[in-house]
């Protein structure tokens, strides 16, 4: 190989600004594409909140963005960058030891016990949820299941099952997605100045109302005895009472926040996309009713690996270079906000046929498994801390749904995606209609996961 180029070399969308920033939010997915067309698998993009950024879409330069040492590209400070609506102090935004040692502490809330635990609790809310359904007429299912995953995340994160509390706690979380937002995401379509100021002040009286649900409920744990509990309050006080040290209420509604706003977000929008295929491929959705009918879980994982790759529900991973490195053959400098884009890699994935064509059979078998080149969650040390949690509601809700109904398209038009902060969502919420099954149902949630030691 050549000497690496400077980064100036990098091939760059020279459209304004704000116009990439209007195209990227109207057709995400799309515009990606046709710049990755253009441009090649590392090209560079300009937003008006944060200015120029790398976007890579190259397996490999992928991974070496990804398993970096962490102190030459930092993720936390990124991620504050990208998405400054997460509050300072919550573990998305910390790098090095900071990091580690919160990710540790908050492991167990997302994993073992506590995990058979919330998929339980996702199929009770599922099956809740979807006897509220009306046959026959379009329903938009992405609120839907926006509603079934932040009530679970609600008891990981919380450990609350109050539904009035959950609701108003829900609605508040909902607040802070409104149009004043978008002021403190990566997709402002204004810089620094009063606009923003304006709507970053809007935003903040809107977090303001999930702070006030926060704080009795962080009163009422603080002086619970025993504590109990493996949710991520619980762990968090009980950190604070072996450390001696507390936790400033400021510091804990960051993180209380930044959980339950990432961790339903992003798993309610592969739901989506998850009942979006289904309306639209009846043949996939008979094989994946007759799997969990026959509690084999070897389609039900297909299906949901295939979702994730096909619609990676985040439009990026993201990382702040520290040091210059060299990236696809270029120099990059210190300082540079480097994006992976999933749905980037995930195309140019030379084991994926037809990569935009959804089919759910490629991960049957030993035939493909995901690999180093499958990244929805990121990757490296910082892999989403609730990635097994995600799969593990979809796993459960989507049993719940085939079991119970079948779905059609409420429209011949395909959903296109659009941005909800860094998020990719059907267009039109999932629009579909609903028929009750009439056969006997099997739910997986009333007797463990379908399919419990059948082979892979």
Known sequence: MGRPQSIGRVPAVRLPALIQDVLLWYDPVGQLRRWARRHGDAFTVRLPAVGPILVLGDPSTARQALLSDPRAAEAGTATGRVLPVLGPACVLRQDGSAHQDRRRLLGPAFHGE??????????????????????????????????????????????????????????????????????????????????????????????????????????????????????????LIGHERDSGSRIGQEAMNDELTALLLAGYETTAAALGWALERLARHPGAARLLAGSVDGQDSRHLDAFVREVLRWRPPVLDAVRELTTPMELAGFRVPAGTLVVVAPLLVHDNDGRVDAPDAFRPDRFLGARHRGGRNWVPFGGGRRHCLGAELAAVQMEAVLTEVVSAVTLSPASPCVETARLLGTVLVPSRGSAAVIRRRRAPMHTAARGGRPGQGSPP
Do not use: C, K, Y
């Open 114 to 235: 506590s995990l058979e635990r919330l998929r339980t609790l996702a199929a009770e809310n599922a099956r809740r949820e979807i006897r509220t359904w009306a046959e026959g007429r379009p329903i938009a299912l992405l609120p839907r299941m926006q509603e079934v995953v932040f009530a679970t995340m609600a008891t990981a994160v919380l450990g609350i099952d109050d539904s009035e509390t959950v609701q108003r706690l829900h609605r508040a979380i909902t607040g802070m997605n409104g149009p004043s937002a978008l002021a403190r995401t990566w997709m402002s379509p204004v810089g620094d100045g009063a606009v923003r100021s304006w709507l970053s002040r809007r935003s903040r009286r809107r977090q303001s109302r999930v702070d006030a649900i926060l704080a009795p409920i962080i009163d009422a744990r603080r002086s619970a005895e025993p504590l109990g509990g493996s949710d991520v309050l619980s762990l």
